[in-house]
């Protein structure tokens, strides 16, 4: 039977401090006690590189887990001033990492240097959270299939089992925006990317699936429509514990 687990995952981005596991905390408390559901779904947090050495002890064998929000490309160690690599990120403890995050991307990773820093995060037995997305031009210009193809075929191999990547489709005119895509549109673009990774990519492994891009305690109710969505990447609403735990309860209302 396909596994119907959901993934509730914060970005924090350039966003913390060694105060901010409290708000773990108080997301950690919430989901011990909702015992209704909380056996349906799973929360990862990522923190700034500067809190994952702490914040991974401090929750380790905890309901909450931690990811990454990066990494650099090649390497256990080098001369590659201010990067860290997955060999580095996984010593601290943490198990999964955000590659591919559109904030990068418009920084200038290409899909060639996503493609070796997945290959690299796999290699050191991280869970790849792979990040997607059209921006608005190319929405305008009805390019948002091929973009996406374009994104997946660049940088996932043939062979890769889908157990350790979690794909996150965030159009990227949708991140930070309050702008989202209709639950019609987005289903058949969910279905879509399932159909293609499987085929191509020939897992037997069903590809798990999130959303991302201004989620909220309120568009949540149009989200959770898409039945075949795994979860949802939250950027902004996973700052403040109230804001996120008030996803999840949503979610399930
Ligand atoms: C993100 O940056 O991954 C994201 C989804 O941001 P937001 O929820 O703030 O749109």
């Known amino acids: 039977m396909a596994d119907r687990t959901k993934y509730f995952i914060g970005n924090w981005k350039m966003f913390g401090l060694s105060g901010s596991y409290k708000i773990l905390e108080r997301i950690n408390s919430f989901i011990q006690r909702d015992k209704k559901n909380n056996k349906k779904y799973k929360v990862i947090i990522a923190p700034p590189f500067t809190l994952l050495d702490s914040f991974s002890k401090r929750f380790k064998g905890k309901k909450i887990k931690i990811a990454a929000q990066n990494c650099y490309e090649k390497d256990n160690f080098g001369a590659h001033t201010g990067s860290i690599s997955p060999f580095m990120i996984k010593k601290t403890g943490v198990n999964f990492i955000i590659l591919g995050h559109s904030e ?4 200038g990773e290409d899909d060639k240097v996503i493609k070796l820093k997945v290959s690299l995060a796999i290699k050191n037995k991280l869970n790849v959270i792979f990040c997607i997305g059209e921006n608005k031009k190319e929405k ?8 996406l193809k374009r994104q997946i075929l660049s940088v996932l191999k043939k062979g890769y089992k889908f157990n350790n ?6 159009p990227v005119w949708s991140i930070g925006s ?6 019609v549109e987005l289903k058949k673009i969910v279905i879509f990317l399932k159909k293609f990774v ?5 897992s037997k492994i069903q590809p798990k699936l999130l959303y991302g891009g201004s989620v909220d305690k309120k568009i949540i109710y149009n989200l959770k429509s898409v039945r075949e969505l795994d979860g949802f990447l939250i950027g902004g609403a996973s700052k403040s514990s109230k ?11």
């Open 198 to 202: 499987n085929k191509k990519i020939k």
């Open 178 to 183: 309050g702008r989202v895509p209709s639950p």
């Open 140 to 147: 305008k210009n009805k390019q948002t299939l091929p973009v």
């Open 104 to 107: 990068n991307r418009a920084l």
């Open 165 to 170: 990547i979690i794909i996150a489709y965030e």
């Open 243 to 253: 804001n996120f735990i008030d996803i999840i309860k949503n979610f399930y209302k």
